[in-house]
């Protein structure tokens, strides 16, 4: 257990990130405030890279494994208008603490880097291994891409992902894949449609042929969803004109061993059937590819597919979380994520052992008047140091 004084440095250090504005791509005041903390606990090796985030950690004098704490913090936006406290004053209120971000997730941030600061005092360097604290930018539409670098520079072992779970460990989730179909036509006067061919036809052929697509199912994460999301026409609007290009949006949300080919591959099949039927169709389909800046000046980029990932409840690194989890008198259930998460990064991607365990309750991210629940903050505090104690050594 962390003492009272702790649990206070914790609570401030969190109303620390709440004061920093972040939204995706303006994540610059909260790096700094995160170096502050960092520095005041003097992690060693602290780093900003060329997406902006900022990992910082504690080495062991010994060589072990190395284990990424791994927290996002930029936000969603704030509607001001609508919230009845100030999203950006970390105000306290009963047992409470409002703020944007505080679910989701400096809250968790705050936590990690505080429990990894008390293990830094308490041990000295003296421990077998890393610990790193990765503060991510760029989550809230990239899951899992801003983390590549910190796989590429750290190697870990082992990661635990922030995400709120109510203090239960999460030790799997559906990925997702943003799938855009397209079909192309000829334009024409409408007055004279035969003279074109309509794109909008074409789609409706194909979205119905998709309709019999039935994607997989898996025992643990459940269904792979495939659910069209939005379609458009152009030109738009298309006053007088036969649209010669439509495109949808597919959101699918991805099971253990899938990849980006035996994803597309039905889509595929049932572009070609339409086409082999109508020797005028015209068609691809393909990953929603995005693009965004960073307050560094970079751009991050790529296509949406995020894999999904489960762990077995026998995996060593998870008993040990739980062991960890336990000594500081906490009792876990073991479920999934029913979000996204930058796991899909690192466990789906990279194929490191990765655990779920954070603060508060998932549906409250994203929410006016978001707030956190100070016993599930500084509760992840004396959690994150249990599984230091664990892994690493009391
Ligand atoms: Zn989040």
Known sequence: MLSESRFDEVIKNC????????????????????????????????????????????????????????????????????????????????????????????????????????????????????????????????????????????????????????LNLKIGQRGRAEIVVETYGKPAHSANPQAGINSVYKMAQLIEKIRTVTPPTHPVLGLGILELTDIKSSPYPGASVVPDYCRATYDRRLLVGETKESVLAPLEKALAE??????????????????????????????????????DESDEFVQAVLSGVRQAGIEPTITQYSFCTNGSHYAGEAGIQTVGFGPSRENLAHTIDEFIELKQLTGSASGYYGILQSIYGK
């Open 15 to 166: 109303q620390a990130l709440i004061r920093e504005k972040s939204y995706s791509g303006q994540e610059g005041d909260v790096v700094k405030a995160i170096e502050k903390i960092m520095k005041s606990y003097q992690f060693d090796d602290i780093h900003v890279d060329k997406y902006g985030n900022i990992i910082g950690g504690i080495i062991g004098n010994k060589p072990g494994k190395t284990l990424v704490l791994d927290g996002h913090i930029d936000t969603v936006p704030v509607n001001e208008e609508k919230w009845s406290r100030n999203p950006y004053g970390g105000d306290i209120e009963g047992d409470k603490m409002y703020g944007r971000g505080t679910t989701d997730m400096k809250g968790a941030v705050a936590a990690m880097i505080s429990a990894v600061g008390f293990y830094g005092q308490d041990h000295q360097r003296n421990f077998a291994g890393k610990i790193y604290v990765a503060c991510i930018v760029h989550e809230e539409c990239f899951e899992g891409i801003a983390a590549r670098l910190v796989s590429e520079r750290y190697k870990p072992d082992y990661v635990i992902i922030g995400e709120a779970s109510e």
């Open 274 to 311: 339409v086409a082999a039927q109508d020797p005028e169709f015209k068609g691809k389909v393909s990953y929603a590819f995005g693009q965004e800046s960073c307050y560094t000046g970079s751009t991050i980029e790529g296509e949406r597919f995020f894999p999904g990932w489960v762990l």
